[in-house]
């Protein structure tokens, strides 16, 4: 199956700060999914990469994707106490795209 | 509005029983899957299911038994040869891609199990 790392594990980081959180792996991404995640609640999607090279911002988050598609990076900008919490990438195993794996998690907290 | 729906939210079992997690849509999706997440880890894929009365293995099945007879429902039974079956639980729908195609994955809010 398809693996990914996330780096790094764990971020603190000071509010009004920039962040990035990458996500590699070492064969082609077919689909590329940022989600985040409340400690005890569900996952919320943030986005989808699927072209090499794309890139797509919502609020102050940006993502990009390689153009060899096999790393994806997620930016935050002016980081604030409510972009604290589990950021997983999620990336489809094979290009019928049959399931989802995920990256261990990069943990963010943001102190005011 | 649709979504996905899991039950109970927490679970307590204590070591020997089974014990059924529930999970339903109104999405009308096709695609079911089951993760378990450990403390400070990722997801990791329990079963999952294409279509009614088919499923497959994920990368980590054993102790773990799924049904598929409706469209809306995948029901996750943990079984007593689960040795440590404390974790939480994400369920979640996607439409079935065909070669390529983007998907729209929804998840569920969890349920957390706790062997007592």
């Known amino acids: 199956s398809q693996e990914l790392e996330q780096s790094p594990q764990s971020l603190i980081v000071q509010e009004g700060k920039n962040l990035t959180i990458n996500c590699t792996s070492s064969k082609t991404l077919y689909g590329l999914y940022w989600y985040k995640q409340k400690y005890g609640e569900g996952l919320i999607f943030l986005m989808m990469?699927?072209?090499?090279?794309e890139e797509k911002s919502h609020e102050k988050i940006t993502a990009k994707l390689d153009e060899k598609k096999q790393q994806s990076s997620l930016h935050i900008t002016a980081s604030q106490p409510s972009h604290a919490g589990i950021y997983l990438c999620g990336a489809h195993g094979d290009n019928a795209g049959n399931m989802l794996t995920f990256g261990g998690g990069t943990r963010l907290m943001v102190k005011p | 509005d649709g979504g996905i729906t899991q039950s109970p939210k927490y679970l307590f079992r204590k070591e020997g029983q089974n014990v059924t997690l529930s999970c339903e849509q109104n999405?009308?999706?096709?695609?079911m899957y089951w993760y378990r997440q450990d403390p400070g880890q990722g997801l990791r894929l329990i079963y999952y299911s294409q279509i009614v009365n088919d499923f497959q293995k994920g990368d980590i099945a054993e102790g773990y038994s799924v049904s598929r007879e409706k469209k809306e429902s995948f029901p996750l039974t943990v079984t007593s040869a689960q040795k440590n079956p404390t974790a939480f639980y994400l369920c979640?729908?996607?439409?079935?891609?065909?070669?390529?195609?983007?998907?729209?994955?929804?998840f569920g809010s969890g349920t957390r199990l706790t062997v007592v």
């Open positions: 990469l699927q072209k090499g090279g």
């Open positions: 999405l009308n999706h096709d695609a």
């Open positions: 979640a729908s996607s439409i079935r891609g065909w070669g390529g195609q983007p998907r729209s994955y929804t």
